[in-house]
């Protein structure tokens, strides 16, 4: 009763065979699908990174990395000015630095490849052609060829090209700012040689092709950092067509410069007012006498006078940010506006109502150091719900504060100063008097509202003692 065997061979037999037949083809699938996996990018591009939420291009400070420097994942290669700061940007790759396509002093927009990254050695001239392609204006070609490694015949065929135009010295690689000098001069920049390296041409290769003097790169300067104010040539309708005045000096903004001209633009949208309050200081000046030597600065307890004052009106720090609601602030944290060299910035006591004013004073210290430096981080900034503006070591008796965009209302503070006054019987004294004028959004906040926020601040300076609690 058992079953013929001969069936059960064959069927077997073929089995076997459709198994041999199909697993070539399987294997062949298998590897198309893992073939993009493995496969890596030879040449990666450095980035233009966002270091702000304002920012839209940032300026090369300095490179930490020369061209043919071998760095490491995690490592700093280049200086970032931004609108509010200079900060380290990072490498995410291991490799060499083939190409810097953006030297010192130079501009690039958000995003914008600023250097590219070479694998190895060998690649190195692969990143030279691709230069010389982003250099042409064809900013699109190189990350579809990183982006599609899978196809093996064009990566090998990339080579071979390379080594020509770099191997050719006066068909080298021009930086950017060489090709703006060369279509402005008329330069064509297939006769001229490149003395930087890799046969790349320098700015100085073109003037000296178009017979400039090197004095006269001074004139270079305008025109690299023509794009750092370009942002707030779009809001400032008037940065147009007035002609300079013979003999002046024409000095392009600053990346932060042109941030804090957009700021103010944007300001004139809000319909603000003004509220003055006149607030006697002696018994603040005497405390101010005591805690000085333990490192608190007026600038600290006016700070944190103001936040004890906020956290009974809200509305005060609320912000109005599209025109159509309002938000209120979870927290009440001070930005205070400070001088530095070339610019303005707002260093933010975070949650200044629930600190002391001795860890606010620590606090404080270490954000003016940061702040000349050029070092603060973006939300060391840009989280201010509240600002304090101080000019009264200055010796300024009163001025009108421009509010910052995004937030409901600036306090201007002004030199405390002897006065006469006249108490409730008639009687004359002479007593330390400070004018602080607070501009509102008035979207948000009503004059009722600010009145009352000011009277309960003038009571805390007038009576500083729980400042100290």
Known sequence: MAAPPAPLSLSASALSARVRL??????????????????RAKIREIFMPALSSTMTEGKIVSWTAAEGDRVSKGDAVVVVESDKADMDVETFYDGIVAVVLVPAGESAPVGAPIALLAESDEDVALALAQAQTLSSGQPSSPPSDAAAPPAPPPPAEAPVAAPAP???????????????LAKQHRVDLAKVTGTGQFGRITPADVEAAAGIQPKTKVACTPAAAAPVAAPSAKAVPQAAVLPPVPGATVVP??????????????SLSVPTFRVGYPILTDKLDA???????????????????????????????????????????????????????????????EQADKLDIYLLSQKWKELVKK????????????????????LGMFGVDR??????PGQGAIMAVGASKPTV?????????VKNKMLVNVTADHRIVYGAD???FLQTFAKIIEDPESLTL
Request: positive net charge; aromatic residues 8%; contains cysteine.
């Open 22 to 39: 199909a697993a070539p083809a399987s294997r062949a699938a298998a590897a198309r699908r893992r073939g993009p996996m493995v496969v």
């Open 166 to 180: 770099v191997g050719a010295g006066t068909k080298g690689i021009a930086t950017p700012q060489a090709k703006k």
């Open 253 to 266: 903004f600053t990346a932060m410069q042109a941030a804090v001209s957009k700021n103010m633009v944007e």
């Open 287 to 349: 405390l101010y006498e005591k805690v000085k030597p333990k490192g608190v600065t007026m600038t600290v307890l006016l700070a944190k006078a103001a936040a004890m004052a906020l956290a009974q009106y809200p509305v005060v720090y609320a912000s109005c940010r599209d025109g159509s609601s309002f938000t209120y602030n979870s927290s009440i944290n001070i930005a205070v506006a400070v001088a530095i060299d070339g610019g303005l910035i707002t260093p933010v006591l």
């Open 371 to 390: 702040a000349r430096a050029k070092q603060l981080q973006p939300n060391e900034y840009n989280s201010g719900t509240f600002t304090l503006s101080n």
């Open 399 to 404: 001025f009108d504060a421009i509010l910052p």
């Open 421 to 429: 006054v006249a108490d409730k019987d008639g009687f004359f004294s």
């Open 450 to 452: 600010l009145a009352a």
